[in-house]
């Protein structure tokens, strides 16, 4: 089977330089594998979305010459594949509408109990749609760092995969359109490990092989908190790519020799293609500091 990877990033926000390792992880494990790398855009949350993000991404990647293979999806315009599983699932059986609320939740120890599996709600206003969890999947196998525990608890659950608001749910946008676009290995952040476990279920309950998965070390901040949109990381500069793209690929794990960095763009990803290994990344799964300096 041939490599098929991909970036799919949320338009938030423009890309900072979290996601910079994530980009560059995912398709350094393509190309080193000779691979295909797409590009999907998870645009499945418009209240969290700013306006032009997903353009100002795409020009971001090109602007550090990663170049993607095949059109970009969005899945915003997947929405009817979506509710056609879920359907299906509803006039299965499958799956149910659930009324529960935070709150509720909460109360009855923090996962979900079940409450309304066997209530038959006909009712799909102001509910969410959940899924009977036949396949708990309580570990896997990640490539860099071997076998991974999901708490039993969050294993057992019957997860939500339509939101009461009527947004589909990540869980099963992704893991659909991965089967669709013919993924074999998805690579990104250690802060999406424990939806993967869930990710795994649909994939058997959708009687398809699961994919093989790579998690990256997370980037924080001088005080220890994630980059990311939510904690207001900056874009990464698209005028003068070189230094951060450095510094990325240095946190990645790579020593990189001073005649490269002194490359051109294009010459130093193509170095990095050839010398990536992912042994080469950080031991622990958990978040690995930077600095604004750039050391580590």
Excluded at 216 to 237: R, V, Y
Aim: charged share 20%.
């Amino acid at each position: 089977m041939s490599y098929i990877g991909r970036f799919a990033p949320s338009p938030s926000g423009p890309l900072h330089f979290g996601s910079l390792i994530a980009a560059l992880g995912s398709y350094f494990q393509a190309k080193a594998n000779h691979g295909q790398w797409l590009v999907r855009m998870e645009d499945l949350d418009p209240p969290r979305e700013m306006a032009g993000a997903a353009q100002l991404i795409l020009e971001t990647l090109e602007a550090y010459h990663l170049y993607w293979d095949g059109s970009v999806v969005y899945q915003s315009q997947r929405h009817h594949l979506y509710q056609e599983q879920i359907d299906r699932w509803l006039a299965s059986g499958q799956a149910y509408y659930c009324q529960c609320t935070r709150k509720q939740i909460k109360e009855t120890g923090g996962f979900y109990q079940g409450t309304c599996r066997h209530k038959q709600i006909e009712n799909a206003n102001n509910s969410a749609v959940r899924l009977t969890m036949t396949h708990p999947v309580e570990h896997f196998q990640d490539i860099r760092h071997g076998e991974i525990q999901i708490p039993e608890a969050l294993a057992q659950e019957d997860f939500i995969i339509k939101r009461r608001d009527g947004l589909f749910a990540y869980n099963l946008a992704v893991v659909i359109d991965d089967i669709e676009q013919g993924v074999t290995e998805v690579v990104r952040g250690a802060d999406l490990v424990e939806p993967t476990g869930r990710q795994i279920s649909l994939y058997q309950m959708l009687g398809q092989p699961a994919v093989s998965y790579l998690h990256l070390p997370l980037a924080t901040d001088e005080t220890g908190n994630k980059l990311s949109k939510q904690n207001h990381a900056p874009a990464i500069d698209n005028q003068n790519p070189v230094p951060t793209l450095l510094q990325a690929m240095t946190f990645l794990g790579f020593q990189i020799p001073s005649d490269i960095a002194s490359s051109s763009i294009d010459d130093i990803l193509l170095w990095g293609c050839k010398n990536w290994h992912c042994l080469q990344l950080p031991d622990e799964l958990a978040v690995t500091p930077i600095f604004s300096n750039g050391s580590r």
